[in-house]
């Protein structure tokens, strides 16, 4: 059995206890993918299954045979950077930037979520449309910390990028 | 963790056969699972996948909704029916966890989470009678903010940690379970103990038995409903108190009601005796008050949850005078 990873095809681990978010660390040396809970708490494990982000921290590898993984390293075109990433650096959104592939993947899937009308905790009506307003992007990103601090600039960068056409 | 065999069911009946075995548990989104493994609160010998099983949320011919063991967190909350019908159940699960958390995490994962008591996760340093019958409870006179004010017992004072589950009691959810005894079906409000001398027991389930699907029955005013959660901090964090209601005027006066609270006990606290009282009775902030408290009059609060009684109260207050003028969003 084997999962793909940014287009590639690759094995899964023999023991079926290594966490995705492992096995994309230290199995196929993807380091963007960060570690910091590794308890589902803080965010910077997130990766996109299938378009949808999910916590690699929390998920074992095996559970995902056959899916589509997008890390970090899948989501510029070459050397051309992702909007969001873009956005990141236009408005500070990090500082010591560990969180920030979790942040920009849960972004990424975020947007998704928002296109396809997923409603949220905040919305006044469950089937209208979606005004992503900070109070929006906050309540959606909630699932990614910054310890640094640099939530205000991450929405931002977010919301920037959304204005401009950023998508997964 | 400690190693154990893996093997995902591809139908029901496998999932069926495959979870017999002694120390079998099923597997479903894992993002309670596979942190208690990791903690080795929980240490199966075979995890049975069953997260690929079909996810499907379907209408009945008699009106009620089935949905899927399976189905995620986001597909039911985000499922058109779900958010004209039920809006309480969207709401509740968008209240929960966080997004990556609810696009992973089953419909039967989530009824069948275990709390969040800190003494039950704090293996190393805490005595507790859900992880080790008889070991004793730490939380009982520790720091009890979060823990339980009614149907607790000497042995446990945990809640049960879901949003959801507090909605499907509202709803008069039922839960449909397959095991080697075959199929049954039970009512939600029935699959959740209360602790009694026996908290490592979480549920009325058997060895085996697998959850399969979860079914809302019609319900008239079902879409006259909302959910309202009380958080330290106002987005993924487990609830204080919660409310779930639905209510149907008639006239002036409440023609029918369906309440539950979260955040107070071992189990989502359906609450028939607030109902009785409101239901023929007006819409007034006094009468919602007076049921609250009647509900809560055996509370038994611990040193560091004396507020929840009185919050939850005027949380349910509050949530009954929205949904009764018609501003329940």
């Known amino acids: 059995m084997s999962l793909i990873v940014n287009e590639t095809e690759v094995a899964l681990p023999a023991d079926p206890r290594v966490s995705l978010l492992d096995h994309l660390r230290e199995g196929l040396q993807l380091t963007g993918t960060k570690k910091g809970c590794n308890q589902g708490a803080c965010g910077a494990c997130t990766v996109l299954v299938d378009g949808e982000r999910i916590l690699s921290c929390l998920a074992l590898a095996v559970q995902y045979a056959g899916r589509r993984v997008t890390t970090i390293e899948g989501i510029a075109t070459g050397d051309a950077l992702h909007p969001l990433q873009q956005a990141f650096i236009d408005h500070d959104g990090f500082q010591c930037g560990y969180c920030t592939p979790g942040q920009i993947c849960s972004a990424i899937g975020m947007v998704a979520e928002v296109r396809r009308g997923v409603p949220s905790v905040l919305s006044d009506d469950l089937s209208a449309g979606i005004e992503l307003t900070r109070q929006e992007v906050q309540e959606r990103m909630s699932g990614n910390l910054c310890r640094c601090g640099a939530h205000n600039g991450i929405i931002d960068a977010i919301r920037e990028a959304i204005g401009t056409g950023a998508d997964a | ?329």
Request: with cysteine; charged share 20%.
């Open chain 2, 1 to 329: 963790m400690t190693p154990f065999a893996y093997a995902r069911a591809t139908t029901l009946d496998d999932a069926v056969t495959m979870g017999a075995g002694d120390r079998t548990m099923f597997l479903g989104g894992g993002t309670n699972l596979v942190d208690l493994m990791r903690e080795r609160l929980a240490q199966p010998d075979r995890l049975i996948d069953v997260s690929a099983l079909p996810a499907a949320i379907a209408e009945t011919g008699d009106g009620a909704l089935m949905i899927g063991a399976a189905v995620r967190n986001t597909a039911l909350a985000e499922h058109p029916l779900v958010r004209s019908r039920y809006p309480m159940l969207s709401r509740a699960i968008l209240a929960g966890a966080s997004a990556q958390i609810r696009n992973m995490a089953t419909v039967g994962g989530n009824l069948l989470q275990r709390t969040r008591c800190t003494y039950f996760y704090d293996a190393e340093g805490s005595r507790c009678n859900k992880r080790e019958p008889g070991a004793g409870c730490d939380a009982r006179d520790g720091f009890n903010r979060i823990h339980a004010v009614l149907g607790a017992s000497d042995a446990c004072v945990a809640t049960h940690p879901s949003d959801m589950c507090v909605a499907l009691s509202a709803l008069d959810a039922v839960v449909h379970v397959a095991g080697p005894q075959g199929h049954r079906t039970l009512p939600l409000v029935d699959l959740h103990r209360l602790p009694g001398d026996r908290p490592d027991r979480d549920t009325v389930l058997t060895p085996g038995e697998l959850v399969t699907a979860v079914e809302l029955p019609p319900l008239r005013f079902g879409a006259n409903s909302t959910y309202r959660k009380v958080r330290d901090r106002s987005s993924y964090a487990f609830a204080l108190v919660s409310v779930a209601a639905a209510v149907e005027m008639a006239g002036d006066r409440i023609g029918d009601v369906r309440i539950a609270f979260g955040g107070v006990a071992h189990k989502p606290w359906r609450a028939l005796t607030a109902e009785a009282m409101l239901r023929g009775g007006p819409a007034t902030a006094q009468a919602f008050l007076a049921a609250g408290q009647a509900e809560f009059a055996d509370a038994q609060p611990l040193r560091d949850n004396g507020f929840k009684p009185a919050l939850a109260t005027r949380t349910l207050a509050a949530v009954l005078g929205a949904l009764t003028t018609g501003d329940a969003a």
